[in-house]
């Protein structure tokens, strides 16, 4: 029962460095986000994929860019790094269809960037 | 988009008391689900409530989407239910992602 599972756990970048934060789900899902969450704030979505093959942009999409690699697997790539991308990632997937959804989290990636 | 406003930001309780957090949004959603950030920053789902009422033990929920507004109620609370509530919207069609608020902390104390 590993729900969705993020990797790393932390990371700190210089700026201008890039990186690809992880995320597998083995619920069968449809949907995967990426959100970011920074301090005394809600999370906010960056991009979002409704199912295999399809990406789009969410509210924050500046300096990311997203690979939903197959159905298990969406990954978050920075590829020049900021200072203002400090935070806290999360992942997240649910079913995509039917009466029932639920939105399920993965344990977040904090990333520093200085 | 949707805007969420939940109320209070910051709630201090002693062990054993009873609060209610609220969730107002802005437009018409069909999903509606409350989290609870705990203080290691994991997510939980404590409820999916598009309308209508549930309940979780001390944990209960009740939509009332026609007036646009949401209430977690917490009874009989204890330490471990320290940590931030978000409550998130959304509608299930085209990008099907949630809205989330800025959250209601929670702080219990015993």
């Known amino acids: 029962n590993a729900g969705v599972t993020q990797t790393p756990k932390f990371q700190v970048l210089k700026t201008g460095q890039s990186m690809t934060l992880q995320c597998a789900q083995d619920?069968?899902?449809?949907?995967m986000y990426w959100y970011r969450q920074d301090p005394g704030m809600g999370l906010r979505l960056i991009y979002y994929s409704a199912s295999e093959g399809t990406t789009d942009k969410g509210e924050v999409p500046n300096g990311y860019n997203v690979s939903r690699l197959n159905k298990r697997e969406f990954s978050l790539r920075l590829e020049s790094a900021a200072p203002s991308q400090t935070s806290v990632y999360f992942c997240?997937?649910?079913?995509?269809?039917?009466?029932?959804?639920?939105?399920?989290f993965g344990s977040g990636t904090q990333l520093s960037v200085l | 988009g949707i805007q969420v406003e939940q109320s209070p930001p910051d709630l201090i309780l002693q062990e054993g008391a009873n609060s209610t957090l609220r969730c107002n949004f802005s437009?018409?959603?069909?999903?509606l689900q409350w989290f609870h950030q705990n203080p290691w920053g994991q997510l939980i789902n404590l409820f999916y409530i598009p309308s209508g009422t549930k309940q979780n033990g001390r944990l209960s929920a009740t939509t009332v989407a026609t007036e646009r507004y949401s209430l977690l109620y917490i009874s009989s609370s204890q330490t471990t239910d320290s940590g931030v509530y978000f409550c998130a919207v959304g509608l299930d069609t085209g990008r099907r992602a949630l809205t989330f608020g800025s959250g209601t902390r929670l702080q219990v104390q015993p």
């Open positions: 437009d018409s959603v069909n999903n």
């Open positions: 997240a997937s649910r079913r995509g269809q039917g009466a029932i959804e639920k939105l399920f």
């Open positions: 619920m069968n899902h449809n949907s």
